[in-house]
């Protein structure tokens, strides 16, 4: 693919990283093989994510949607390179943000704007994940790098059973093995390259208790297990500890949120090398007003949640345990989901 994504980061102070969305931009090339496929950036401050540093005024140069090298300020440049002066900029990474429901054309453009060119879908309602996904990939697009997901391997389907005609056979729920595998494999057919299913019940709506339990072991073992006879791993929204713990044990790829894990499911986790991705801003739209969770209910939830979810994270890092960042919205300043 011949795509180079790099991002420019404005006003990078070395002490601050935290503050590294929102304020990047990225610069997409998207060229054919017969275009030149060969740039150096000049005049650019490097913070390559490896060393707790920036490089000053170095030059990179990038073939084929590769960081070939990186060289200082005035190395010769070969006149195969295109210059793109960056005017004493910040280069960084591209970002990734493993839990979004980016679902819409505009959205995926914020989101690289933003900075971030990789993001792993945690659901949509219609495999908008999947088209993004496409058109990205053939360069008709310019949005981040998509690995899609589907639709949520969830109990009730709800409208998002008109999502694919196969489904029919869901209307009333998605409980048995047989059910399990049939969305499973709907989603895998439909292009997912990872499957997305509930360990426990909603935060973000005031009648769900997000600590309860929804799939079972078995349940999410079956998940699994279809998911990996094609190579799929499987992300496990989970705040409870009990269903977190089942996800671990069936062997999910990664907990979302987490809020409630106890030390027992964080040493399960660290020996089993499975990731957390905490979401953790979104819990804080709980608590405050206006946004998509308004109302006392989910305020006083948010307050709760708040400090516990703080606590995870913390003990998850000081024992090791890989950690992802997610922001679990579709990239629309006011939308999101818990
Ligand atoms: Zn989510």
Redesign the pocket.
Known sequence: MNRTFLSFYRTLLPSTLRVLSGVCFAIIFATAQEQIPYYAFTNVHLFDGVENAIKKDVVVFVANGKIERIGKKGNPIPRLYQVIDCEGKYLIPGLMDV???LDNLAAARRALETGVTTVRS??VPAFQDVALANLVKTGQLAGPDMIPCGIYVTPKLGETILADTRLAPLLSGVQTDDELRLLVNVNIDRGAKVI?TRGTERAGLPDTDPRQQTYTLAQLRVIVEEAAKRNVPVMV?AHGDEGAWAAVLAGARSI??GTFLTEETLQLMKERSTYLVP?FS?LEDLTLPGGDYDGPVLHLRGKFMMPMAEKVIKRAHSLGIRIAT?V??NTHPTAR??
């Open positions: 839990h979004t429901h945690a659901s997305k929204h979302e949120h979401t979104t997610g679990d919205n989901r818990a």
